[in-house]
């Protein structure tokens, strides 16, 4: 509300007192503002339903009319609204022709207006009455002609109320005899698998799930429990799962009355379960080998594994399948024998319900039996290398049966006593790579053995050097001091020094003017190079000096030359 003065005057709130109070005594701030000469604007903010005084003092006295007292009346708050009944529950339903009666409740909600509106299943309005209630509620009767869904909005001060809009079904009366149920699931299934069927009326009319009743037990009495899915208009998929190897019973009712067939009996089995299978046998270590002609056996056990079928199948080294015997062991277990003849590596294959079991496929090696003198070593890496990078050679075998490197030992360590591990790498069939790094430069001894001997030439002694390192090259020479005046035609000389520089080969080219190569030349002596550069034209020479691939320090090296005077 507004203050203001009836004649100019009022140019301060310092004596207009404002105070705000409710019927029950509590007081109210009131925030006065100065909107212009003489005019306040004054608010304050009720919080509750009942009427406020409104004291304005002047100089200690009110001014006319002084004190108001203001009607403060609830807030209307949808939010505040309820409705109750039973059709409000999920999946409600009605037989076509019943009215839908709710009670909706506002008295909380402040002062406003009811409204309700309701659409029938084609999407046209239906009739919706509204009357007084008891308590100050609301009655609402919505009539029902269509079979199908409805949809009720409820709105205070045209606002939903919560909940709204309510959704109903309206059905046609059916018997239970009008329903049939059908799928495996009635019939049979496995342990820990869902069990499926579908329940359906034979003539339309089943819109909703309300009064069908679906109920799924074991022979021994645990209660399993039933997923009903509404797949379309009257046709529900149930899916349950069952955790015992026994016979189910399934009961199907519809407003208390068993449809055709219900019970239903259904035989569960265990589950068939690969993971539960387990295999013995000393040849199903990593690495396993036997000597050629020596079977392979192992013991499959099945007895956690449920019902199904076991199925073995064998490869040789040449990839052409191989006799494998399968015969009942004791306690259920089955054995499983596979003939050998070729030297190689052998894949079995063990399937439960044509799933492997764990560990499956199976490998091991059949070999012949070789000495330490059948075996050969080859490569650089047993004779020289460089620190930091990888050395490399080659184990095999002289003839067929080197299939494992079980009984092959490596050892590599440096001349200070340093070992250094070697990697092994079967390659093919005999046939091993090995890798090991120095990280020093003396030489190296690589200790090679089979069943514990020597192979021939073992131990091999590597020369190691250090690895070329184009940083530690160093370039010297007249033409590289400042100062320095070259004329063509005269030599152009830089050493190199490549001492500390590890294992390698300086390689050097020129260009001069006009970007053309021009001659290089090298000599070496005592961990030194000499680069000479053949110079002709006066112009601009640039020097590339690479050690090995890379630059040395100051490379490239540019330098001008003068023409050489002459007298005239």
């Not at 022709?97 to 659409?119: C, F, H, R, W, Y």
């Not at 012949?368 to 460089?386: H, P, W």
């Not at 080219?509 to 070496?524: D, R």
Request: with cysteine.
């Amino acid at each position: 509300f507004n203050v203001e003065a009836i004649k100019p005057g009022l140019h301060s709130s310092q004596q207009l007192v404002i105070k705000v109070r409710s019927e029950s005594g509590s007081l109210v701030d009131a925030n006065v503002t100065d909107a212009s000469q003489g005019l306040y604007q004054v608010e304050y903010t009720p919080s509750t339903a009942e009427d406020h005084h409104v004291d304005i003092t002047y100089q200690d006295l009110n001014i006319p009319g002084s004190p108001f007292r203001a009607s403060i009346t609830e807030r209307p708050d949808e939010t505040k609204c309820t409705a109750q009944g039973d059709v409000l529950s999920p999946d409600a339903e009605l037989l076509s022709g019943e009215p839908l009666d709710m009670i909706v409740s506002t008295k909380d909600a402040g002062s406003g207006q009811l409204n309700v509106a309701a659409t029938g299943p084609s999407g046209s309005e239906v009739a919706a009455f509204l009357t007084d209630g008891e308590d100050g509620n609301k009655n609402v009767r919505v009539e029902t002609k269509e079979v199908g869904r409805y949809k009720v909005d409820v709105l205070w001060n045209k606002k939903h109320i919560p909940k709204s809009p309510f959704y109903f079904d309206v059905v046609k009366k059916l018997t239970a005899d009008q329903i049939k149920a059908t799928g495996e699931g009635l019939v049979n299934g496995q342990t820990d698998t869902p069990a499926k069927f579908n329940v359906e009326a034979i003539k339309p009319g089943l819109h909703s799930s309300q009064q069908l009743v679906i109920k799924v037990r074991s022979e021994s009495g645990g209660v399993v429990d039933a997923n009903v899915t509404n797949a379309s208009q009257g046709l529900y998929q149930v899916e349950y799962t069952p955790s015992t190897a026994e016979d189910h019973h399934v009961d199907i009712t519809y407003q208390d009355l068993n449809i055709p067939g219900s019970p239903f009996r259904a035989s569960i089995t265990e589950r068939p379960d690969e993971t539960k299978c387990t295999a013995q046998g000393d040849v199903l270590s990593p690495d396993a080998e036997l000597l050629s002609g020596e079977p392979l056996d192992m013991i499959v056990s099945t007895k956690d594994a449920g019902s199904g079928q076991l199925n073995v199948a064998a490869t040789g080294p040449s990839g052409s399948e191989v006799a494998a015997f399968l015969t009942d062991g004791e306690d259920g277990n089955k054995n499983v024998r596979v003939e050998t003849k070729e030297v190689g590596r052998y894949k079995v294959d063990v399937l439960w319900n044509k799933k492997h079991i764990p560990k499956s496929p199976f490998y091991f090696d059949v070999v012949k039996k070789l000495t330490a003198d059948q075996i050969k070593a080859t490569g650089e890496g047993l004779v020289n290398g460089q620190t930091d990078t990888p050395a490399k050679f080659n184990v095999e075998a002289i003839k067929p049966g080197l299939h494992s490197s079980q009984q092959l030992v490596i050892k590599v360590r440096s001349e200070s006593g340093g070992v250094v591990d070697a990697n092994v790498t079967n390659a093919s069939q005999g046939l091993y790579q090995v890798e090991y790094t120095p990280s020093t430069a003396e030489d190296h001894h690589v200790d090679i053995t089979y069943q514990d001997l020597n192979i021939p030439g073992s131990p091999f002694r590597a020369t190691i050097q250090q690895q070329p390192i184009a940083e530690k090259c160093s370039a010297r020479g007249d033409c590289l001091l400042p100062g320095c005046v070259l004329i063509a035609g005269d030599p152009l000389d830089v050493t190199v020094v490549t001492q500390d520089a590890g294992r390698g080969k300086l390689r050097a080219t020129a260009t001069g003017p006009n970007n053309e190569l021009v001659g290089a030349f090298l000599a070496e002596m005592h961990g030194e190079v000499v680069v000479r550069v053949d110079t002709k034209d006066p112009g601009l020479y640039e020097v590339n000096l690479l050690w090995n691939t890379e630059h040395i320090p100051g490379s490239p090296f540019s330098f001008t030359l003068i023409p050489r005077l002459t007298r005239s």
